[in-house]
């Protein structure tokens, strides 16, 4: 059955540094997504992509995030200057073109010491 | 915005009893409801899921209600097993969401099913 990888698994980081946390959804599908999950909150919405485009982003994602997908099969995310509170789950998404059914990936959980 | 309220927070069920989780939004525009199953480690992975032309659907051991009218929507499983036990999402997808139906997530329920 086709299924989102994401890598890493996990990502322990400095405050400050540069993350990127990679995804690679599955291979038809035309839309994609990145949401968070803080330890024991909300899974929440960052932003949604669509046709080598953001579509929407919520007010999470500010100016240090950003989204691209470089290669075709390959759909990142990037945290220029990472902060103690962007330590969290991200979950990669996608969905087809036909069917509202997102897809997750297993998550990378980024620890920013 | 969408904003999804789900109940109970934690359930604690015996082996074979059924379970109930309920969850309510905001947006009357909102038209899909998936209802998501996350393992420890794991993503969330798709269980059922409804639409707003739809009051019912069943899935073997689980099912899901929906009320329009009172912005609701439930999760049944009957007959609950030790490999039920699991965080459970509720989600709501805002019809007009410029996102291309960004999903708006409940709290969770952690479901305990014990033998």
């Known amino acids: 059955e086709p299924e989102v990888t994401q890598t890493p698994s996990h990502q322990v980081t400095q405050m400050g540094q540069e993350v990127i946390l990679r995804c690679v959804p599955i291979?038809?599908?035309?839309?994609f997504y990145w949401y968070r999950q803080i330890l024991g909150q909300k899974v929440e919405f960052l932003v949604s992509?669509?046709?080598?485009?953001?579509?929407?982003k919520s007010e999470i994602f500010d100016d240090q995030f950003s989204v691209e997908r470089p290669d075709g099969s390959n759909f990142t995310l990037k945290i220029r200057s990472t902060k103690l509170e962007d330590s969290a789950m991200y979950f990669c998404?996608?969905?087809?073109?036909?069917?509202?059914?997102?897809?997750f990936g297993a998550g990378t959980r980024l620890s920013v010491l | 915005g969408e904003n999804v309220e789900q109940h109970p927070s934690t359930l604690s069920v015996q082996e074979g009893d059924s379970a109930v989780i309920k969850c309510t939004y905001s947006?009357?525009?909102?038209?899909?409801f998936p209802w998501y199953k996350q393992e420890l480690g794991k993503g969330p992975q798709l269980i059922i899921d409804?639409?707003?032309?739809?009051g019912e659907k069943k899935d073997q051991r689980i099912a899901v209600t929906l009320n329009k009218t009172a912005k609701h929507f439930s999760l049944h499983i009957t007959e609950t097993q030790p490999e039920d036990s699991a965080v459970y999402f509720c989600?709501?997808?805002?019809?007009?969401?410029?996102?291309?139906?960004?999903?708006?997530f409940g709290a969770g329920t952690r479901l305990a099913v014990h033998p």
């Open positions: 998404a996608s969905r087809g073109v036909v069917l509202n059914i997102q897809y």
């Open positions: 291979s038809n599908h035309l839309y």
């Open positions: 992509f669509y046709n080598n485009e953001i579509s929407e």
């Open positions: 947006d009357s525009a909102s038209n899909y």
């Open positions: 409804i639409r707003s032309n739809v």
């Open positions: 989600a709501a997808s805002p019809k007009f969401s410029g996102g291309y139906n960004k999903l708006i």
